[in-house]
C-alpha cells in the first residue's frame, strides 16, 4: 500500500546518493570546488557527464564563462574538505586556502586534478541546459584517471549532509546489460 506525502519527504528515498567534486578554473586562474549529488553518466560513446548546479552558485556563473571542469569522484579520507567546500561559496573566498586537498595540473583543460582521489574525469561542456532552479551542464570526457583507491571508498551523502561510504553486504548478482532486441 502507498500513502501520499509531501514531495520533499519522499525525495529522500534517492539517497545514499554519491557525492562528485567538481573543479573550475575561472579565467583570471582562480580554483573553485563545489560538491554535487546531481550528477550521472548521460552518454557511452562518447563518454559525458551530466552535472545539475544551482543557479546562484559561483561554479555555474565559471561554467558559462570557461565551459571547463573536472567531474572528481573523492575519496572518504577528503570528506572533510569536500564538506567545507560545501558549505561556503567562491563569490569572494578563494576555498583552496583553507582545505587540504593537493592538485595535480590537468592535460587538456585549466582546472587541476585532485590527487588521491579515486578517479578524476577532465571534461568539456558540450550543452548547457536550464533545468528550473538549475543548470544542467552536458561535459564530454576528454581524458580520465584513476588511483588505487577502491569505489568503495567513494563519498555518499546517506541524508542531508551525513556523508559516509557504502559496503556491499552479502552477494551480488549478475545481471545482463546487453539486451536482445
Ligand atoms: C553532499 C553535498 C551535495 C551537494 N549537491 C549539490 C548539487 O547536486 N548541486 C548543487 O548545485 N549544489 C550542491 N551542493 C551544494 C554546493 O556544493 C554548495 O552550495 C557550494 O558551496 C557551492 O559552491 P560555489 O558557490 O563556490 O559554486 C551540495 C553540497 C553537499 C555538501
Given at each position: 500500500?502507498?500513502?501520499n ?28 570546488l ?117 569505489w ?30
Open positions: 500500500m502507498l500513502k506525502n509531501d514531495i520533499e519527504g519522499v525525495v529522500k528515498y534517492r539517497f545514499p546518493e554519491a557525492v562528485a567534486l567538481i573543479i573550475t578554473k575561472n579565467k583570471t586562474g582562480k580554483v573553485d563545489c560538491p554535487v549529488g546531481f550528477f550521472t553518466l548521460a552518454s557511452w560513446e562518447p563518454k559525458a557527464w551530466v552535472i545539475s548546479v544551482y543557479k546562484t552558485h559561483y561554479t555555474t556563473s565559471v561554467l558559462k564563462d570557461t565551459k571547463e571542469f573536472v567531474l572528481c569522484l573523492p575519496s572518504f579520507e577528503q570528506v572533510e574538505d569536500v564538506l567545507y567546500c560545501g558549505s561556503v561559496h567562491g563569490w569572494k573566498i578563494d576555498k583552496t586556502k583553507n582545505i587540504k586537498l593537493k592538485f595535480i595540473q590537468s592535460k587538456h583543460i585549466k582546472p587541476p586534478l585532485i590527487d588521491n582521489s579515486i578517479a578524476c574525469f577532465e571534461c568539456k561542456v558540450a550543452e548547457e541546459y536550464d533545468a528550473m532552479d538549475h543548470v544542467l551542464f552536458l561535459g564530454e570526457v576528454v581524458a580520465s584517471y584513476e588511483s588505487n583507491k577502491n568503495k571508498d567513494k563519498i555518499y551523502n546517506w541524508d542531508d549532509k551525513k556523508l559516509g561510504t557504502l559496503k556491499l553486504g552479502g552477494k551480488s548478482k549478475k545481471i545482463n546489460y546487453s539486451p536482445v532486441g
